[in-house]
């Protein structure tokens, strides 16, 4: 199958919406490579990034997570999808009935207004459990995490990642990029839907 190239991959990011154009929503469901990938298959997501929110350490990392948990950030356009699709995505793709032993695979719906907490709180209780565990918290701050978490299935595929390197792509532009987002949920197994509209190119493959 045709593999994308440079070109490909700069025309599909300049015809994304701007970041001013979108909303933003953040989860922390245990592992962030997954959830990455699972949102960046959606419709009306635009861009995802994974990182560290939930905790009260400044600065945290991956090898000193403090109290923060790993969580995915993502980018959606408005008029294509909604905060309330994507929470229910959200709850469907972590078990909201107990936390994970270690406070880094927590599970927690953060919001950023009253709207979004009100939403958050009326879908759990919805739920058929008999107690919710996931928590529900505002959203204090979030931490970019390491080059190497970010869009995990793509960067290990040097088929796929080399119209990035060839675009003059650095480890913020493919982190950002809504080509780099769809990539990865699709080599993550994720359906994708028509990706030939990239640049009306056939799906690439190893």
């Keep these: 199958m045709t593999r994308w190239t440079a070109a490909d991959v700069r025309a599909y990011d300049e015809r994304a919406p701007d970041p001013d154009e979108t909303a933003t929503a953040t989860f922390a469901l245990g592992c962030f490579w ?26 945290p990392t991956y090898r000193d997570i403090g ?11 408005p008029e294509e999808t909604s905060f309330a699709d994507l929470l229910d995505v959200a709850v469907a793709n972590h078990d909201p009935t107990r936390q994970a032993g270690k406070r880094q695979y927590h599970s927690i719906l953060f919001h950023g207004d009253d709207d979004e907490r009100a939403a958050i709180e009326q879908r ?19 931490t970019v995490a390491e080059p190497y978490h970010q869009k ?17 792509y650095d480890d913020a532009d493919v982190r950002e990029s809504p080509a780099a987002a769809t990539l990865n949920a699709l080599l993550a197994g994720r359906d994708v839907g028509d990706l030939g509209a990239l640049a009306g190119r056939e799906t690439p493959g190893p």
Excluded at 67 to 77: L, N
Excluded at 124 to 142: C, D, I, K, Q, Y
Excluded at 152 to 168: Q, S
């Design 34 to 59: 997954g959830p990455d990938a699972t949102f960046g298959a959606l419709p009306g997501v635009v861009r995802t990034r994974v990182g560290y929110a939930g905790g009260t350490e400044p600065a």
């Design 67 to 77: 109290d923060h948990s790993e969580a995915v950030q993502v980018d959606y356009d």
């Design 124 to 142: 759990l209780a919805g739920l058929s459990v008999p107690e919710v565990a996931t928590r529900v918290e505002p959203l204090a701050s979030f």
């Design 152 to 168: 995990f299935n793509l960067a290990d595929k040097r088929y796929a990642t080399a119209a990035f390197d060839e675009a003059g």
